[in-house]
């Protein structure tokens, strides 16, 4: 049913309808609608009446009418609203024309509930009425100018259906349901708006930009960014806004205020919106969904993040340096690189992040928390990345892969330094000799040669080290553990460098190889030592007579001539030697008796 929208109740001359043109006979509900719906679009009173809150309902989707519309139930039938009655009429005087049409209550009416009950109290130039239809059917005989005046808080309206439609709000009606995910709205265009979140339609464009929006409203507030005028300023700190709601979300921040709190767990927010989006927390609502891949999220800023996943889109570029990010936190974050700012400092000794997620797992250091626990062997780690590196052990899987030799590795960051092998790349110096490394951690080790720091010390003899790896090997002498076993031939070590090493012996690679002779290695300290009989370079000298070798080997093995130490003891006849060569050539005596 639908009132023309080009009728005007003003043209004189117009026939209205009469008493006696109506069918008396109304055997059915269905035929009296039908003549009611036919009667509606001749009838100037109704189109009056029924103007804005009837279209309204009956111009939505069939499956999102409201369950009741004003007209049609409460006060009155649409018999006696058509029909002329002999008792208890009233006739309405217009400017124009004489209208006449039945106001009679309908027995419902007549028996409903006392005033004071009622759920829609309103007040129009000093009258009451209960119900909307009530109000509806005195917007008829309203007189232009007067207001309609919402008995709750004051608030006037020009007309009857926005009254109505404002006391969703006192009374928390919601009766426009969305067919998608069930969620409920007080009015039908709030309904509409949100059904474009669903369908992912931003029909609303922005002229300066291009940016596209959902709704309007959205539009209209994002067109003041491009005016430089903020005309709302805070009393408190001086910061200007574009909008008055701005400013007074802002405000709260000096206040405290936070009027919006959970009603499941009792938390505040200052605003709204972020109540709204907790409590999704709590229900597990996620109704945006990604149309690529499926996965929903609670928030729609969460969805937009996600997308761009898909689509590969990075808005947000660095004004330094141009590396781009699909993330302004991201943004942020790697601003801090440019300006080296750390707000983020440790309470228990002092050291600064840029990050706060950093903070957070540096204080583990001094908690002795790890949270990240393998599920496979039980293993506890303070960081969810070096989990993720250590669970790489049990499925052995190596998917980085050298383009140059084939070698694959586990981490991605063990394939870059490798890389440098076979590149030569070295940008990590020393400031104080300028040797150069391919690893940052390979320079800081370095660099405690010149500082003689050994922070790592053994608890069963005392000795100190300078890199714990060191002193996790070295503690193996005393406890005989040998973890690292070859898979082919069953024999284990102590050192997993050996083991890699040892493992060269089955497979016979050998990666490295001599750019003067072309002699291959399958370690890349045999390379250097080699390398040394094209050079000549003779580095390693004896402090004692300032003989010269090629080899660091060669020169511990020198030194016993002076300190006279001999460390290989025959088990057979307990006699020492300086060199473990010598050792072997000896025992040869014993085994031959």
Request: proline share 5%.
């Amino acid at each position: 049913m639908q009132v023309p929208r080009d009728w005007d109740p003003r043209t004189e001359g117009k026939e209205f309808l009469q008493k006696e043109e109506v069918s008396e006979d109304l055997e059915s509900q269905a035929e009296t609608s039908e003549n009611h719906a036919s009667d509606v679009s001749q009838t100037p009173e109704l189109g009056e009446l029924c103007d804005g809150a009837l279209k309204r309902d009956w111009e939505a989707p069939e499956d999102e009418r409201q369950v009741q519309s004003p007209c049609w139930e409460g006060d009155f039938t649409p018999v006696q609203v058509l029909l002329k009655s002999s008792s208890g009429e009233k006739e309405v005087e217009s400017d124009n024309v004489k209208r006449g049409f039945s106001l009679s209550p309908s027995p419902a009416a007549r028996q409903g509930a006392p005033a004071e009950e009622r759920p829609h109290p309103y007040d129009v130039h000093g009258q009451s009425f209960p119900r909307s239809v009530d109000l509806i059917s005195c917007e008829g005989l309203h007189t232009a100018g007067s207001p309609f005046i919402c008995n709750e808080c004051g608030n006037t309206f020009q007309g009857g259906p926005d009254l109505i439609q404002h006391q969703t709000a006192h009374t928390g009606q919601k009766s426009f349901i969305c067919n998608e995910c069930g969620r409920p709205f007080s009015t039908h265009s709030d309904l509409l708006r949100h059904r474009l979140t669903h369908r992912g339609e931003k029909p609303h464009v922005c002229t300066e930009c291009g940016k596209a929006f959902g709704q309007s409203s959205s539009l209209k507030k994002h067109q003041k960014s491009h005016v430089s005028e903020k005309p709302y300023e805070c009393s408190e700190c001086g910061k200007a806004f574009r909008r008055t709601s701005n400013l007074i979300q802002h405000q709260r921040i000096h206040s405290g205020e936070k009027p919006y709190v959970c009603n499941a767990c009792g938390k505040a927010f200052r605003r709204s919106s972020n109540l709204i989006k907790h409590q999704r927390v709590h229900t597990g609502e996620k109704p945006f969904e990604c149309d690529e891949c499926g996965k929903s999220f609670s928030q729609s800023s969460h969805l937009r993040k996600h997308q761009r996943v898909h689509t590969g889109e990075r808005p947000y570029a660095c004004s330094e340096c141009g590396k781009p990010f699909s993330r302004v936190s991201n943004l942020i974050k790697h601003h801090r690189v440019h300006t080296g700012e750390k707000p983020y400092k440790c309470s228990d000794c002092g050291k600064a992040f840029s990050q706060s997620s950093s903070l957070i797992q540096h204080r583990r250091i001094h908690t002795g928390e790890k949270p990240h626990v393998c599920g496979v062997c039980g293993k506890a780690f303070s960081y969810s990345s070096v989990l993720r590196k250590h669970q790489i052990i049990h499925t052995g899987e190596k998917p980085y892969e050298c383009s140059i030799c084939r070698k694959a590795f586990s981490h991605s960051s063990a394939l870059i330094q490798h890389q440098g092998v076979h590149t030569g790349d070295k940008p990590y110096e020393c400031r104080e000799c300028g040797k150069t490394f391919g690893r940052s951690s390979n320079l800081i080790l370095h660099q405690r040669v010149h500082t003689g720091e050994k922070p790592y010390e053994c608890t069963e003899c005392g000795k100190t080290f300078s890199q714990s790896s060191t002193l996790i090997q070295h503690q193996r002498i005393h406890n005989g553990l040998k973890p690292h076993e070859c898979n082919q031939c069953g024999k284990a070590f102590n050192r997993s460098s050996n083991l890699i090493h040892h493992q060269k012996v089955h497979t016979g690679e050998k990666p490295y190889a001599c750019i003067e002779c072309g002699k291959g290695f399958s370690q890349s300290s045999h390379l250097i030592q080699h390398q040394i009989i094209h050079t000549g370079e003779r580095p390693y000298q004896c402090s004692e007579c300032g003989k010269s070798f090629s080899q660091r080997s060669v020169l511990i093995q020198h030194q016993r001539i002076h300190t006279g130490v001999k460390p290989y003891d025959c088990t057979a006849c307990g006699k020492a030697f300086s060199q473990r060569s010598k050792l072997v050539k000896h025992q040869l005596i014993h085994t031959r008796e």
